[in-house]
Structures are given as structure tokens and as C-alpha cells.
């Protein structure tokens, strides 16, 4: 159907009750179950280029070895259901506890079968990157890459977490080259890489984790080095799921440096009955969204640039047995920690020498594990670039993300919140700042829908 087709006004109730989703990571595909679940009109079209919903970068290594970093009584599809998971994993023939890490992969498989047990014909999935997002009659145009076309009152930004950006040494970017690995969550690379290789991982974060495993595990003679400003590793979950450890907050304005003191404060209370810090962590994870909002934005930078690392490695933890064989390759001597970062690259044959500190290696590989970019304003998704030159959306103050209410309802230039246009998961972390893993986008994709029932509602009444 044309464009003009679907605006003529006997369809009006039709592009009412149809939700754009842009993106089927798990953002855009919880977002879609809990619309088709929760409201039997509407209809759901969803554009992701790989037509493949419920991956994205989380869900769709295809490494067996990833592991989900939350327990998986955690990770269930919809907050009201708590066990939906292990239920999940009972009807497949699968041995899961609540305390158990999924293979991440098999997570994207859950959220694919609780999507086909709902969707019926009212979910159409478009394999294309969205390029163009235009302000029409009643709503907004949507527009991919070949053509393919959605005409909506209601469209949902899912876009999630973006390659990171090019990574530069003194200023100088790394040219483009075999050894060069720009986008960590395609392993394709591996599959040639030399049984013998040294490969520098640039970032201790989780997808550093994930690329140290994929390159070491049952590969006895590689070597990897990681190195980061900090040197810090992610911190590993301890095999108990006890109670959060929950901590008076005082009333009022916040600083950066009184919350640091009032975290340092439980962790020294929790001790004294016993409880590891592990569970304080745990307890302010709930109210993140309410602190950060009583955070002014001076004390937000100032909790990115002085505390944030520390806090991120604490919140972000890995699974035991991946800890387990971080620890083993470590003790053999593969894996070398660095802090500080690169300091030099030069070009040399076969392989680059790369400076880290005193050391130099010669490495067959570097990989850029320095997460998410997250400047939509350097954003290399046409999607962004689009809503930006139209001003429908705006970069939020600290560039985590896009300018947003609490709910995810998008803001201009100047703070006006535009209509029809939502956005769900990582977009929102500059609002939020806790917003990236399931037990939030779960409830966010559940309001998302509630919120768009009621439009929906009033427009067919
Ligand atoms: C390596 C890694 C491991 C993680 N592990 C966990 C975990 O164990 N537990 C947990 O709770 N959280 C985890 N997270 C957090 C994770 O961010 C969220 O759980 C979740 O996967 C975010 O999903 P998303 O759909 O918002 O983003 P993404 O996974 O980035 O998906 C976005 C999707 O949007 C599509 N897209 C982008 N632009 C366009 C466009 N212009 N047009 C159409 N489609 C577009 C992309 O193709 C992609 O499929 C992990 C994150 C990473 C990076």
C-alpha cells in the first residue's frame, strides 16, 4: 500500500491503532509484546534490519560462552510474571534455576517465542534500518532504507546501544585495517584469527570480558591484553541471590560526593550484620532513577567524571564461572590487565606494535571494547541524524542519550515534549541513568504500552 493510501481519512483509525517500533532488540521487541498482549486492536509494525527480533548486540552473539550478567529470576519479559523465564525454559526442555546465567543467545530465543505465542497477524516486521522519520497528518511517517513505508500516530525509538566511537590514539584515529576491530559484537573476526595470536582488547568492560573469552577459551596458546584509563575489571557476582541491603536516603537535594559518602556509609553499616557490599549495590539500584533525578546537572557530571567507573564496575557485575575463568587465564599468565590506556601504535609487518605503557605488543588484532557512543549528534544512525534535522529529538545535557520525560516521551530544542514520539531502553539513560538491562526496559516497555493504550482508546471511542 502507498503512502498516500494509508493517509487517506477512512484510515485514520487504522494509523491510530498501529505502534511503529524502530528497532527489534530487546527494547523494541518487549515493547511490542506488551502492546500485543495488552491490547487486542493493535497492530505493531517494527523495522530492524537483521528481521530477526528479540537479538540485537545483547542477545545476539552467537558465542554459546556469552552468559547473561543478571540471574536469570531476573530477566523474565514481563514484571508481573517474575518466573516467565524459567517457566520459559521448562516448556523448552531446559534445566534452569533462578539463580542460573542463561547463555545470552537463548535469551533472544525467549523473547522470540513469547513474541510468536502473541503476535498473531497484527505484528509485521520490516528488514530495514530506518533512514527517514517525517511529520504527516495525524502522525509520522516512517521510511526505510529500500522504500518499505509505516504511517503511525505513535512511533517508539528502540534504536539501543550504538558501535562505539572511533578509537584514537593522541588524537589520531586508528586507520581502517584488517587488524582494527571498530565493532565488538561481531565475531566474525575470530573465525581467522591465528591459534597462537595476542590481541590487545581496548576497555575492561563486559563486551571486553565477552571478546577475552571468545578469544582464549579452548585456544591454550592466544594471549590477550586488556587496557582502560582505570584498569578496572567488573566485579563478579557472589553465589547467594539474598535480600538487597536497602538504605535511608535523606530528604532534598543531592551532591555527587554525599552520595558517595552515603553509599561508603551502608556498605560499612551492612557490614557490621554481616552483609557483603554486593547487596548494597543491590539495594540502590531501585531508587538509581529517583537519586539521579535529585542530582542538579552539575553534580551529574561530576558523578560521571569522579565516580561513575567505580560505581559501573559494582552495578555491572559478571557471572561467577566467567570470573572463574578470567581468574584461570590470568593465573596462566593470557591475560594481562593494564590501566592507563595505549600510548603509541605503529605500523609494522605482519602485525602493529601497540604501546602500552613500557610494554609493547605485537598485535594481531585491536579491538575497540570502549562501549556504547552515545553523542547523538556523532551518531552515524540515519535514524538520529533525521529526527535531529527535523528537530523532533535533541541530544539530553550530558549526551548519554536523547532528551526525554521519565516516561521516554521525546523533547526538543527548547524542552517541548513532541507528540506521538517515545523512546524506550538505553535512549533514555541521560534521564534515567539506570536504564539499560531488562529489569527496567521490561517496565519501561510495559508503561510505553499502557501509555499508548489511551490515545488509542479516545481515538476509537
Ligand atoms: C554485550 C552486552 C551484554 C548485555 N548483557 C545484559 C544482560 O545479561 N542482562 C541485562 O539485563 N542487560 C544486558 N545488557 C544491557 C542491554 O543493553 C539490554 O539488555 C538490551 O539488550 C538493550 O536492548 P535494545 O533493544 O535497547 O538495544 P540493542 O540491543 O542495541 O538493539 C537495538 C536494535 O535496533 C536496531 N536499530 C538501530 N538503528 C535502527 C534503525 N535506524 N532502523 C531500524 N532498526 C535500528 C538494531 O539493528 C538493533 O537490533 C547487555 C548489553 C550489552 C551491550
Known sequence: MTVAAELRPASSAAVADRVVIIGGGASGTLTALNLLRTDPRVHVTVFEPTGRLGSGVAYGTTDARHLLNVRAGNMSAFPQEPGDLL????????????????????????????????????????????????????????????????????????????????L??????????????????????????????????????????????????????????????????????IDCQCVAWVSALPSGPLTADQLADLYQ????????HGVNWHH????????TQSIWARLPLAERERFLAVYARAWEVRRHRMAPQIAARLDAFQAEGRLRVSSGGITGIEEASPYPLVRIGEAEVAAHAVVNCTGPQTDVTRSANPVLSALLRRGLAAPDELRLGLSCTPQGELLDAVGQIVPGLLTVGPPRKGTLYETTAIPEIRVQAAEVAAHLRGPRSRATA
Open 265 to 272: 556509609q551502608q556498605v560499612e553499616a551492612a557490614a557490621e
Open 87 to 166: 517457566t520459559w525454559a521448562e516448556q523448552t526442555g531446559r534445566e534452569l534455576s533462578a539463580t542460573d546465567f542463561l547463555p545470552r543467545r537463548e535469551y533472544g530465543e525467549y523473547l522470540r517465542d513469547r513474541l510468536a505465542d502473541t503476535a498473531g497477524r497484527r505484528l509485521r516486521v520490516i528488514a530495514e534500518r530506518v533512514e527517514e522519520i517525517t511529520p504527516v497528518p495525524g502522525g509520522y511517517e516512517v521510511r526505510g532504507h529500500a522504500g518499505a513505508a509505516a504511517v503511525s500516530a505513535s512511533v517508539v525509538l528502540a534504536h539501543g546501544n550504538e558501535a562505539p566511537g572511533h
Open 168 to 237: 584514537a590514539i593522541g588524537g589520531t584515529p586508528l586507520p581502517e585495517a584488517p587488524w582494527h576491530v571498530a565493532d565488538p559484537w561481531n565475531l566474525s573476526w575470530i573465525e581467522a584469527l591465528a591459534p597462537d595470536a595476542t590481541v590487545v582488547v581496548v576497555g575492561t568492560g563486559l563486551t571486553a570480558i565477552d571478546t577475552a573469552i571468545s578469544v582464549l577459551d579452548g585456544a591454550p596458546q592466544r594471549s590477550v591484553v586488556m587496557v582502560s584509563r582505570h584498569g578496572l575489571l567488573p566485579q563478579a557476582h
Open 280 to 287: 548494597v549495590v543491590d539495594g540502590f539500584r531501585g531508587p
